[in-house]
Protein backbone atom coordinates (compact mmCIF):
# COMPACT_ATOMS: atom_id res chain seq x y z
CA UNK A 1 0.00 0.00 0.00
CA UNK A 2 1.23 3.66 -1.23
CA UNK A 3 1.86 6.01 1.44
CA UNK A 4 -0.63 9.10 1.26
CA UNK A 5 0.33 12.04 -0.84
CA UNK A 6 1.02 14.82 1.28
CA UNK A 7 -1.04 17.46 1.91
CA UNK A 8 0.10 20.55 -0.02
CA UNK A 9 -0.29 23.65 2.41
CA UNK A 10 0.02 27.40 1.47
CA UNK A 11 1.00 29.51 4.35
CA UNK A 12 0.52 33.82 3.31
CA UNK A 13 2.52 35.92 6.10
CA UNK A 14 6.26 35.31 7.68
CA UNK A 15 5.38 37.02 10.71
CA UNK A 16 4.90 35.12 14.35
CA UNK A 17 1.82 33.54 13.37
CA UNK A 18 2.39 31.93 10.00
CA UNK A 19 6.46 31.19 11.06
CA UNK A 20 4.21 29.09 14.01
CA UNK A 21 2.02 27.03 11.52
CA UNK A 22 5.13 26.49 9.47
CA UNK A 23 7.38 25.47 12.24
CA UNK A 24 4.39 22.85 13.21
CA UNK A 25 3.87 22.02 9.86
CA UNK A 26 7.94 20.77 9.15
CA UNK A 27 7.71 18.65 11.92
CA UNK A 28 5.69 16.06 9.78
CA UNK A 29 7.70 16.06 6.71
CA UNK A 30 5.81 12.76 5.63
CA UNK A 31 2.39 14.57 5.73
CA UNK A 32 2.62 17.98 4.06
CA UNK A 33 4.45 19.97 1.85
CA UNK A 34 4.63 23.63 3.06
CA UNK A 35 4.73 26.88 0.71
CA UNK A 36 5.35 30.22 2.50
CA UNK A 37 4.54 33.52 1.04
CA UNK A 38 5.45 36.69 2.50
CA UNK A 39 5.80 40.46 0.39
CA UNK A 40 9.06 41.04 2.36
CA UNK A 41 12.12 40.04 1.71
CA UNK A 42 12.71 38.87 5.29
CA UNK A 43 10.63 36.85 7.71
CA UNK A 44 9.34 38.39 10.93
CA UNK A 45 6.28 40.60 10.28
CA UNK A 46 5.99 43.23 12.88
CA UNK A 47 8.97 42.18 14.26
CA UNK A 48 12.14 43.56 12.65
CA UNK A 49 15.44 44.76 13.22
CA UNK A 50 16.88 47.93 11.58
CA UNK A 51 20.70 49.04 11.60
CA UNK A 52 22.05 52.44 13.79
CA UNK A 53 25.62 53.94 13.95
CA UNK A 54 27.31 51.86 16.78
CA UNK A 55 30.15 54.56 16.75
CA UNK A 56 27.27 57.19 17.53
CA UNK A 57 24.44 55.42 19.37
CA UNK A 58 26.66 52.49 21.02
CA UNK A 59 24.89 49.57 19.90
CA UNK A 60 24.78 48.17 16.28
CA UNK A 61 20.90 47.25 15.56
CA UNK A 62 17.62 48.30 17.42
CA UNK A 63 14.82 45.54 17.54
CA UNK A 64 11.62 47.86 15.74
CA UNK A 65 8.09 47.23 16.06
CA UNK A 66 8.53 44.91 18.98
CA UNK A 67 10.48 45.40 21.92
CA UNK A 68 9.73 42.41 24.18
CA UNK A 69 7.33 40.73 26.64
CA UNK A 70 5.97 39.28 30.11
CA UNK A 71 7.62 36.39 31.91
CA UNK A 72 4.15 34.43 31.11
CA UNK A 73 4.62 34.55 27.12
CA UNK A 74 5.77 31.03 27.44
CA UNK A 75 5.39 29.79 23.97
CA UNK A 76 7.35 32.26 22.49
CA UNK A 77 10.24 32.12 25.07
CA UNK A 78 10.36 28.49 24.81
CA UNK A 79 10.45 29.10 21.29
CA UNK A 80 13.29 31.57 21.03
CA UNK A 81 15.46 29.32 23.75
CA UNK A 82 15.31 25.85 21.28
CA UNK A 83 16.60 28.15 18.17
CA UNK A 84 19.31 29.54 20.57
CA UNK A 85 18.32 33.23 21.67
CA UNK A 86 17.20 34.44 25.00
CA UNK A 87 15.17 37.06 25.83
CA UNK A 88 16.67 39.81 28.77
CA UNK A 89 15.35 40.86 31.90
CA UNK A 90 14.87 44.44 32.49
CA UNK A 91 13.00 46.24 35.18
CA UNK A 92 10.09 47.91 33.85
CA UNK A 93 9.69 51.28 34.94
CA UNK A 94 7.15 53.55 33.13
CA UNK A 95 6.94 57.29 33.39
CA UNK A 96 3.18 59.22 32.75
CA UNK A 97 2.32 62.46 32.06
CA UNK A 98 4.32 65.46 32.51
CA UNK A 99 4.51 68.46 35.94
CA UNK A 100 1.32 67.90 37.92
CA UNK A 101 -0.12 65.43 35.63
CA UNK A 102 3.21 62.79 36.35
CA UNK A 103 3.05 59.42 38.17
CA UNK A 104 5.05 56.48 37.76
CA UNK A 105 5.37 52.90 39.18
CA UNK A 106 8.76 53.68 40.70
CA UNK A 107 7.85 56.11 43.46
CA UNK A 108 4.73 57.72 44.84
CA UNK A 109 4.16 60.99 43.34
CA UNK A 110 1.16 63.64 44.18
CA UNK A 111 -0.94 62.52 41.51
CA UNK A 112 -0.75 58.65 43.01
CA UNK A 113 -1.95 60.60 46.74
CA UNK A 114 -4.18 62.24 44.56
CA UNK A 115 -6.25 59.69 43.63
CA UNK A 116 -5.76 56.95 46.28
CA UNK A 117 -9.44 56.45 46.40
CA UNK A 118 -10.19 55.64 43.08
CA UNK A 119 -7.01 53.59 43.14
CA UNK A 120 -8.43 51.10 46.20
CA UNK A 121 -11.48 51.39 44.00
CA UNK A 122 -10.08 49.99 41.47
CA UNK A 123 -9.19 46.68 42.98
CA UNK A 124 -12.89 46.05 43.44
CA UNK A 125 -13.62 46.88 40.28
CA UNK A 126 -11.00 44.34 38.49
CA UNK A 127 -12.50 41.57 40.85
CA UNK A 128 -15.93 42.36 39.83
CA UNK A 129 -15.03 42.33 36.09
CA UNK A 130 -13.03 38.68 36.22
CA UNK A 131 -16.14 37.43 37.87
CA UNK A 132 -18.77 38.94 35.07
CA UNK A 133 -16.30 38.46 32.71
CA UNK A 134 -18.79 38.14 29.05
CA UNK A 135 -20.86 40.95 30.15
CA UNK A 136 -17.94 43.31 30.71
CA UNK A 137 -16.45 41.91 27.49
CA UNK A 138 -18.95 44.47 25.83
CA UNK A 139 -18.53 47.05 28.19
CA UNK A 140 -16.17 49.87 27.06
CA UNK A 141 -13.68 51.18 29.05
CA UNK A 142 -15.25 54.34 29.59
CA UNK A 143 -18.17 53.01 30.41
CA UNK A 144 -16.93 50.91 33.35
CA UNK A 145 -15.51 54.10 35.17
CA UNK A 146 -18.74 55.64 35.24
CA UNK A 147 -20.59 52.63 36.34
CA UNK A 148 -18.06 52.30 39.29
CA UNK A 149 -18.27 56.45 40.06
CA UNK A 150 -14.49 56.97 39.45
CA UNK A 151 -13.96 60.31 39.17
CA UNK A 152 -13.15 61.48 35.52
CA UNK A 153 -9.88 62.78 36.74
CA UNK A 154 -8.64 59.22 37.46
CA UNK A 155 -9.68 57.83 34.10
CA UNK A 156 -8.20 60.67 31.98
CA UNK A 157 -5.02 61.30 34.46
CA UNK A 158 -4.03 56.90 35.32
CA UNK A 159 -6.79 54.59 33.55
CA UNK A 160 -6.53 56.03 29.93
CA UNK A 161 -2.43 56.57 30.14
CA UNK A 162 -2.07 52.87 30.92
CA UNK A 163 -4.45 51.35 28.81
CA UNK A 164 -3.22 53.05 25.80
CA UNK A 165 0.60 52.57 26.64
CA UNK A 166 -0.11 48.26 26.30
CA UNK A 167 -2.89 48.51 23.41
CA UNK A 168 -1.61 51.48 21.41
CA UNK A 169 -5.44 52.66 21.44
CA UNK A 170 -5.18 55.94 20.80
CA UNK A 171 -8.30 57.93 20.65
CA UNK A 172 -9.86 54.50 20.66
CA UNK A 173 -9.05 54.29 24.27
CA UNK A 174 -12.24 54.50 26.28
CA UNK A 175 -14.08 52.45 23.76
CA UNK A 176 -11.77 48.90 24.34
CA UNK A 177 -12.98 46.10 25.94
CA UNK A 178 -13.17 46.21 30.37
CA UNK A 179 -12.10 42.45 30.44
CA UNK A 180 -8.84 43.00 28.53
CA UNK A 181 -8.36 45.53 30.85
CA UNK A 182 -8.57 43.19 33.65
CA UNK A 183 -6.79 40.38 31.89
CA UNK A 184 -3.49 42.28 31.87
CA UNK A 185 -3.60 42.32 35.42
CA UNK A 186 -5.51 39.42 36.47
CA UNK A 187 -5.09 36.07 33.49
CA UNK A 188 -1.85 34.20 34.13
CA UNK A 189 -1.40 33.75 30.82
CA UNK A 190 -1.29 37.62 29.40
CA UNK A 191 -0.56 39.55 32.92
CA UNK A 192 1.38 42.48 32.40
CA UNK A 193 2.03 43.54 35.45
CA UNK A 194 0.55 43.44 39.56
CA UNK A 195 -2.45 45.75 41.04
CA UNK A 196 -1.67 47.57 43.86
CA UNK A 197 -4.18 49.23 46.13
CA UNK A 198 -1.41 51.95 46.81
CA UNK A 199 -0.03 53.22 43.67
CA UNK A 200 -2.14 50.78 41.26
CA UNK A 201 0.78 49.50 39.52
CA UNK A 202 2.88 46.93 42.10
CA UNK A 203 6.33 48.07 42.14
CA UNK A 204 8.64 47.53 39.00
CA UNK A 205 7.85 44.49 37.05
CA UNK A 206 10.19 42.49 35.51
CA UNK A 207 10.05 42.75 31.82
CA UNK A 208 12.01 40.90 28.86
CA UNK A 209 13.61 42.18 26.14
CA UNK A 210 13.62 40.55 23.48
CA UNK A 211 17.26 39.13 21.66
CA UNK A 212 17.88 40.90 18.12
CA UNK A 213 14.95 39.97 15.95
CA UNK A 214 15.98 39.47 12.70
CA UNK A 215 18.60 36.88 13.90
CA UNK A 216 15.59 35.24 15.62
CA UNK A 217 13.32 35.04 12.43
CA UNK A 218 16.31 33.74 10.45
CA UNK A 219 16.94 30.87 12.39
CA UNK A 220 13.47 29.64 12.84
CA UNK A 221 13.47 30.00 9.06
CA UNK A 222 16.38 28.08 8.52
CA UNK A 223 14.84 25.13 11.40
CA UNK A 224 11.51 25.44 9.45
CA UNK A 225 12.86 24.59 6.37
CA UNK A 226 15.55 21.83 7.48
CA UNK A 227 13.41 18.71 7.04
CA UNK A 228 13.20 19.82 3.36
CA UNK A 229 8.79 19.72 3.46
CA UNK A 230 8.96 23.45 3.99
CA UNK A 231 9.52 26.01 1.16
CA UNK A 232 10.05 30.00 1.86
CA UNK A 233 8.92 32.52 -1.62
CA UNK A 234 9.94 35.76 0.29
CA UNK A 235 9.38 38.47 -1.61
CA UNK A 236 6.81 36.75 -3.35
CA UNK A 237 3.24 38.56 -2.56
CA UNK A 238 0.23 36.77 -2.43
CA UNK A 239 -2.29 38.95 -5.04
CA UNK A 240 -5.59 37.13 -5.18
CA UNK A 241 -6.92 33.79 -3.96
CA UNK A 242 -8.74 32.54 -7.08
CA UNK A 243 -10.72 29.93 -5.63
CA UNK A 244 -10.65 27.38 -2.75
CA UNK A 245 -13.49 25.38 -3.97
CA UNK A 246 -12.22 21.77 -6.14
CA UNK A 247 -13.62 21.83 -9.81
CA UNK A 248 -15.02 18.60 -10.62
CA UNK A 249 -13.23 16.16 -8.38
CA UNK A 250 -14.12 17.40 -4.55
CA UNK A 251 -10.56 15.55 -3.69
CA UNK A 252 -7.93 17.86 -5.41
CA UNK A 253 -7.06 21.29 -5.76
CA UNK A 254 -9.25 23.14 -3.94
CA UNK A 255 -7.09 26.42 -3.15
CA UNK A 256 -5.72 28.19 -6.42
CA UNK A 257 -3.43 30.92 -5.30
CA UNK A 258 -2.08 33.89 -7.33
CA UNK A 259 1.23 35.46 -6.68
CA UNK A 260 3.77 38.64 -7.89
CA UNK A 261 7.34 38.78 -8.17
CA UNK A 262 8.44 42.19 -9.01
CA UNK A 263 12.64 42.10 -9.91
CA UNK A 264 14.14 44.99 -12.12
CA UNK A 265 10.89 46.93 -11.99
CA UNK A 266 9.35 43.86 -13.83
CA UNK A 267 6.30 41.93 -12.08
CA UNK A 268 5.78 38.38 -13.12
CA UNK A 269 2.60 36.55 -11.52
CA UNK A 270 2.27 33.35 -10.66
CA UNK A 271 -0.39 30.68 -10.09
CA UNK A 272 -0.02 27.10 -7.94
CA UNK A 273 -2.32 24.90 -6.03
CA UNK A 274 -3.03 23.76 -2.87
CA UNK A 275 -4.52 21.58 -0.24
CA UNK A 276 -5.22 24.30 2.21
CA UNK A 277 -4.49 27.64 3.10
CA UNK A 278 -3.46 29.72 6.41
CA UNK A 279 -4.00 33.38 6.38
CA UNK A 280 -1.25 34.46 8.60
CA UNK A 281 -1.92 38.11 7.59
CA UNK A 282 -4.33 40.86 9.32
CA UNK A 283 -8.12 41.26 8.67
CA UNK A 284 -8.13 43.33 6.43
CA UNK A 285 -5.36 41.90 4.12
CA UNK A 286 -7.70 38.82 4.21
CA UNK A 287 -10.69 39.99 2.68
CA UNK A 288 -8.80 41.94 0.05
CA UNK A 289 -7.21 38.47 -0.96
CA UNK A 290 -10.16 36.51 -0.60
CA UNK A 291 -12.28 39.30 -2.46
CA UNK A 292 -15.51 37.43 -4.19
CA UNK A 293 -14.18 34.26 -2.82
CA UNK A 294 -15.15 35.60 0.88
CA UNK A 295 -18.23 34.53 2.47
CA UNK A 296 -21.12 36.63 4.00
CA UNK A 297 -19.97 35.16 7.34
CA UNK A 298 -16.20 36.11 6.77
CA UNK A 299 -16.74 39.68 5.59
CA UNK A 300 -19.19 39.95 8.99
CA UNK A 301 -16.11 38.58 11.43
CA UNK A 302 -12.71 40.16 9.55
CA UNK A 303 -14.80 43.40 8.69
CA UNK A 304 -15.28 43.98 12.50
CA UNK A 305 -11.85 44.60 12.79
CA UNK A 306 -10.62 48.21 12.89
CA UNK A 307 -7.36 49.33 11.99
CA UNK A 308 -5.37 52.58 13.51
CA UNK A 309 -1.94 54.05 11.37
CA UNK A 310 0.34 54.92 13.06
CA UNK A 311 4.02 56.58 12.76
CA UNK A 312 6.93 55.69 14.63
CA UNK A 313 9.93 57.62 14.42
CA UNK A 314 13.08 56.59 16.05
CA UNK A 315 15.09 59.86 17.15
CA UNK A 316 18.04 61.08 19.26
CA UNK A 317 15.90 64.33 20.75
CA UNK A 318 16.40 64.59 24.35
CA UNK A 319 15.27 68.05 24.31
CA UNK A 320 12.11 66.60 22.96
CA UNK A 321 12.06 63.87 25.63
CA UNK A 322 12.32 66.78 28.31
CA UNK A 323 9.87 68.68 26.72
CA UNK A 324 6.93 66.29 26.89
CA UNK A 325 7.82 63.88 29.36
CA UNK A 326 9.47 63.68 32.80
CA UNK A 327 12.93 61.58 32.40
CA UNK A 328 14.82 61.61 35.05
CA UNK A 329 14.05 61.84 38.98
CA UNK A 330 12.69 65.41 40.49
CA UNK A 331 12.08 65.62 43.89
CA UNK A 332 9.47 68.02 43.55
CA UNK A 333 6.95 65.13 42.59
CA UNK A 334 7.16 63.56 45.70
CA UNK A 335 4.23 62.39 47.07
CA UNK A 336 3.59 64.13 51.05
CA UNK A 337 4.03 62.35 54.18
CA UNK A 338 0.75 61.30 55.70
CA UNK A 339 0.83 62.17 59.22
CA UNK A 340 -1.57 59.26 59.71
CA UNK A 341 0.96 56.75 57.97
CA UNK A 342 2.33 54.38 60.27
CA UNK A 343 6.00 54.44 60.44
CA UNK A 344 6.65 51.35 58.51
CA UNK A 345 4.78 53.29 55.59
CA UNK A 346 6.86 56.48 55.94
CA UNK A 347 10.08 54.40 55.93
CA UNK A 348 9.01 52.53 52.88
CA UNK A 349 7.74 55.62 50.91
CA UNK A 350 11.19 57.19 52.16
CA UNK A 351 13.02 54.29 50.96
CA UNK A 352 11.40 54.37 47.38
CA UNK A 353 12.08 57.83 47.10
CA UNK A 354 16.07 57.26 47.48
CA UNK A 355 16.22 54.29 45.35
CA UNK A 356 13.74 56.58 42.68
CA UNK A 357 16.76 59.04 43.20
CA UNK A 358 19.48 56.64 42.07
CA UNK A 359 17.61 54.27 40.07
CA UNK A 360 14.66 56.00 37.96
CA UNK A 361 15.55 54.81 34.56
CA UNK A 362 11.84 54.75 32.33
CA UNK A 363 11.42 52.12 29.54
CA UNK A 364 8.04 53.93 29.13
CA UNK A 365 7.07 56.82 28.49
CA UNK A 366 3.04 58.21 27.68
CA UNK A 367 2.33 62.04 27.42
CA UNK A 368 -1.22 63.39 27.14
CA UNK A 369 -2.49 66.15 24.86
CA UNK A 370 -4.19 68.95 26.71
CA UNK A 371 -6.36 69.31 23.92
CA UNK A 372 -8.32 65.94 24.62
CA UNK A 373 -7.04 63.95 28.07
CA UNK A 374 -8.18 60.91 26.25
CA UNK A 375 -5.40 60.91 23.69
CA UNK A 376 -1.99 60.28 23.88
CA UNK A 377 1.59 59.93 22.58
CA UNK A 378 3.89 56.94 23.46
CA UNK A 379 7.95 57.09 23.68
CA UNK A 380 10.27 54.10 24.49
CA UNK A 381 13.78 54.90 26.01
CA UNK A 382 15.45 51.11 23.77
CA UNK A 383 18.83 52.43 24.94
CA UNK A 384 17.29 51.53 28.52
CA UNK A 385 15.08 48.82 26.89
CA UNK A 386 16.94 47.10 24.69
CA UNK A 387 20.28 45.20 26.05
CA UNK A 388 22.48 45.30 23.42
CA UNK A 389 23.37 49.47 24.78
CA UNK A 390 24.83 47.32 27.48
CA UNK A 391 27.01 44.91 26.01
CA UNK A 392 24.52 42.11 25.32
CA UNK A 393 24.99 39.92 22.25
CA UNK A 394 22.80 39.63 19.41
CA UNK A 395 21.39 35.89 21.00
CA UNK A 396 20.52 37.63 24.55
CA UNK A 397 22.60 35.86 27.72
CA UNK A 398 22.30 32.47 26.66
CA UNK A 399 25.41 30.09 26.99
CA UNK A 400 26.18 28.15 23.85
CA UNK A 401 26.74 25.11 25.85
CA UNK A 402 23.45 25.64 27.71
CA UNK A 403 21.52 22.56 27.03
CA UNK A 404 18.52 22.86 30.15
CA UNK A 405 15.41 23.74 29.43
CA UNK A 406 15.14 23.26 26.07
CA UNK A 407 18.14 25.69 25.02
CA UNK A 408 19.89 25.20 22.15
CA UNK A 409 17.96 22.64 21.39
CA UNK A 410 17.58 22.95 17.29
CA UNK A 411 20.81 22.45 15.50
CA UNK A 412 22.26 25.64 15.65
CA UNK A 413 22.11 27.81 12.24
CA UNK A 414 25.06 29.95 10.83
CA UNK A 415 23.04 32.94 12.22
CA UNK A 416 22.47 31.69 15.61
CA UNK A 417 26.24 31.02 16.17
CA UNK A 418 27.19 34.59 14.88
CA UNK A 419 24.57 35.90 17.35
CA UNK A 420 25.86 33.52 20.35
CA UNK A 421 29.32 35.55 19.39
CA UNK A 422 30.02 37.25 22.96
CA UNK A 423 32.11 39.93 21.16
CA UNK A 424 29.32 41.09 18.65
CA UNK A 425 28.11 42.63 21.72
CA UNK A 426 31.35 44.86 21.76
CA UNK A 427 30.28 46.69 18.92
CA UNK A 428 29.61 50.65 19.66
CA UNK A 429 31.40 49.74 23.50
CA UNK A 430 33.73 52.81 23.31
CA UNK A 431 30.16 54.97 22.87
CA UNK A 432 29.53 53.36 26.41
CA UNK A 433 30.48 56.14 28.97
CA UNK A 434 27.74 56.15 31.04
CA UNK A 435 26.32 54.08 33.76
CA UNK A 436 23.62 52.13 34.65
CA UNK A 437 21.59 51.50 37.64
CA UNK A 438 24.48 48.37 38.13
CA UNK A 439 27.45 49.93 37.32
CA UNK A 440 27.43 48.30 33.65
CA UNK A 441 28.27 50.72 31.20
CA UNK A 442 25.81 52.29 28.52
CA UNK A 443 25.06 55.88 26.15
CA UNK A 444 25.22 58.57 28.49
CA UNK A 445 21.65 59.92 28.49
CA UNK A 446 22.38 62.49 25.82
CA UNK A 447 23.28 59.72 23.35
CA UNK A 448 20.09 57.48 23.87
CA UNK A 449 17.82 55.95 21.30
CA UNK A 450 14.07 57.14 21.97
CA UNK A 451 11.55 55.63 19.90
CA UNK A 452 8.57 57.73 20.04
CA UNK A 453 4.65 56.46 18.34
CA UNK A 454 2.34 58.86 17.51
CA UNK A 455 -0.95 57.14 17.06
CA UNK A 456 -4.37 57.29 14.88
CA UNK A 457 -3.29 59.02 11.77
CA UNK A 458 -7.33 59.39 10.89
CA UNK A 459 -8.50 60.78 14.55
CA UNK A 460 -5.38 62.41 16.40
CA UNK A 461 -3.13 63.90 13.83
CA UNK A 462 -4.04 67.44 14.17
CA UNK A 463 -2.74 67.16 17.58
CA UNK A 464 0.03 65.12 16.58
CA UNK A 465 3.84 66.97 17.73
CA UNK A 466 6.20 65.33 15.77
CA UNK A 467 6.97 68.26 13.38
CA UNK A 468 9.12 69.17 16.57
CA UNK A 469 11.19 66.27 16.86
CA UNK A 470 14.62 68.03 14.96
CA UNK A 471 15.55 66.48 11.67
CA UNK A 472 18.93 66.31 12.52
CA UNK A 473 17.88 64.04 15.50
CA UNK A 474 15.75 61.04 13.38
CA UNK A 475 17.19 58.19 12.59
CA UNK A 476 13.95 56.52 11.43
CA UNK A 477 10.59 56.61 10.37
CA UNK A 478 7.97 54.22 9.79
CA UNK A 479 4.43 54.13 9.52
CA UNK A 480 2.13 50.84 11.00
CA UNK A 481 -0.99 49.01 10.42
CA UNK A 482 -2.28 48.67 13.82
CA UNK A 483 -5.55 46.85 15.41
CA UNK A 484 -7.74 48.75 17.55
CA UNK A 485 -9.12 46.62 20.40
CA UNK A 486 -12.09 48.67 20.79
CA UNK A 487 -15.17 46.41 22.62
CA UNK A 488 -16.70 45.88 19.53
CA UNK A 489 -14.10 43.41 17.99
CA UNK A 490 -14.63 41.46 21.26
CA UNK A 491 -18.39 41.60 20.63
CA UNK A 492 -18.32 40.87 16.49
CA UNK A 493 -15.05 39.36 16.02
CA UNK A 494 -13.31 37.21 18.38
CA UNK A 495 -16.52 35.10 19.79
CA UNK A 496 -17.03 34.36 15.87
CA UNK A 497 -13.79 33.30 14.89
CA UNK A 498 -14.14 29.94 15.07
CA UNK A 499 -17.25 29.76 12.92
CA UNK A 500 -14.82 31.05 9.92
CA UNK A 501 -11.62 28.85 10.75
CA UNK A 502 -11.80 25.86 8.90
CA UNK A 503 -14.13 26.67 6.64
CA UNK A 504 -13.67 26.20 2.55
CA UNK A 505 -9.91 24.64 3.18
CA UNK A 506 -9.28 28.43 4.93
CA UNK A 507 -7.64 28.89 8.69
CA UNK A 508 -6.94 32.24 10.18
CA UNK A 509 -3.76 32.88 12.14
CA UNK A 510 -2.83 36.51 14.18
CA UNK A 511 -2.84 37.96 17.23
CA UNK A 512 -5.66 40.36 15.57
CA UNK A 513 -8.15 37.51 16.52
CA UNK A 514 -8.04 38.13 19.94
CA UNK A 515 -5.12 40.35 21.29
CA UNK A 516 -2.36 42.29 19.68
CA UNK A 517 0.80 40.64 21.62
CA UNK A 518 3.66 38.45 19.90
CA UNK A 519 2.49 35.13 22.39
CA UNK A 520 -0.70 35.18 20.96
CA UNK A 521 0.29 35.24 17.22
CA UNK A 522 2.70 32.47 17.79
CA UNK A 523 -0.10 30.68 19.74
CA UNK A 524 -2.86 30.88 16.49
CA UNK A 525 -0.01 29.84 13.95
CA UNK A 526 0.71 26.27 16.40
CA UNK A 527 -3.58 26.47 16.22
CA UNK A 528 -3.82 26.80 12.49
CA UNK A 529 -1.33 23.86 11.89
CA UNK A 530 -3.03 22.02 14.95
CA UNK A 531 -6.75 21.52 13.43
CA UNK A 532 -4.67 21.04 10.14
CA UNK A 533 -3.65 17.28 12.03
CA UNK A 534 -0.50 18.35 13.16
CA UNK A 535 0.96 17.90 16.64
CA UNK A 536 1.13 21.22 19.16
CA UNK A 537 5.51 20.95 19.35
CA UNK A 538 5.24 21.38 23.49
CA UNK A 539 2.51 19.27 24.09
CA UNK A 540 3.21 18.41 27.86
CA UNK A 541 4.65 22.26 28.67
CA UNK A 542 1.65 23.12 31.18
CA UNK A 543 2.60 26.76 30.79
CA UNK A 544 2.84 26.91 27.46
CA UNK A 545 -0.06 24.58 26.78
CA UNK A 546 -2.67 26.94 28.88
CA UNK A 547 -3.03 29.82 26.71
CA UNK A 548 -3.13 27.22 23.38
CA UNK A 549 -5.93 25.03 24.57
CA UNK A 550 -7.74 28.12 25.71
CA UNK A 551 -7.13 29.91 22.32
CA UNK A 552 -8.17 27.05 20.51
CA UNK A 553 -11.23 26.74 22.36
CA UNK A 554 -11.68 30.03 21.42
CA UNK A 555 -11.00 30.97 17.75
CA UNK A 556 -11.36 27.45 16.87
CA UNK A 557 -14.07 26.24 18.62
CA UNK A 558 -13.08 22.61 19.61
CA UNK A 559 -10.98 21.09 22.23
CA UNK A 560 -7.67 18.79 21.64
CA UNK A 561 -7.61 15.70 20.49
CA UNK A 562 -8.81 13.19 22.71
CA UNK A 563 -5.39 11.61 22.68
CA UNK A 564 -3.29 14.96 23.61
CA UNK A 565 -5.93 15.55 26.35
CA UNK A 566 -5.21 14.63 30.19
CA UNK A 567 -7.98 14.31 32.68
CA UNK A 568 -11.79 15.06 32.28
CA UNK A 569 -11.64 19.16 31.44
CA UNK A 570 -8.80 19.39 29.31
Same mark, same amino acid.
Given at each position: ????????????????????????????? @?? &??????????????????????????????????????????????????????????????????? @????????? %???????????????????????????????????????????????????????????????? =????????????????????????????????? %??????????????? #??????? *????????????????????????????????????????? @???????????????????????????? #????????????? &???????????????????? &????????????????????????????????????????????????????????????????? %??? %??????????????????????????????????????????????????????????????????? #??????????????????? =???????????????? #??????????????????????????????? &??????????????????? *??????????????????????
Amino acid at each position: MSAPTPKRVCIVGAGASGMSAAYALSRHP @DR &YHVTVFDKQDVAGGMATSIDIDPEKYGAAYINDGVQGCSPVFANTLRLFRMLGFEATEVGMQISFGK @DKDFWTNVY %PTSLVAQFQGDIKKFGTALSIIKKFEPVFAMVPVHMMLKTFCFSKEFGDKMVYPLVALFFGTGN =QTPYISSAILERVFKDPSMRLFEYSDKSLLASI %PTMLAFPKLHDVYEA #WKMEAAS *RGNVTFKLGQEVVEILSRHAKGNIASDPVHVRSKITKDGQE @DFQEDLFDELILAIDADSCLKLLGKQST #WMERKVLGNVKYL &YDVTITHNDLDYMRKYYETQ &YDSSHNAPLEESSSAQERQETEESFRFAKDNFRPLYYTMQYPQDKSKIEMSFDLTHYQPQFRGEK %PAG %PLDPEDKSNHRNECDRAEVTREAQDSSKGEIGSSVRTGKDADGRPEPPLEQHVFQTIFLDRDGSQDL #WTWEEINPEKKIYEKWWKQ =QSHRWQHYAGTVPWMM #WINGKNHTYFAGAWSVLNMHELAVTSGFAAA &YRLGAEYPFHGDEDCERLF *RMYLAASHGVRMRKEDREGLFA
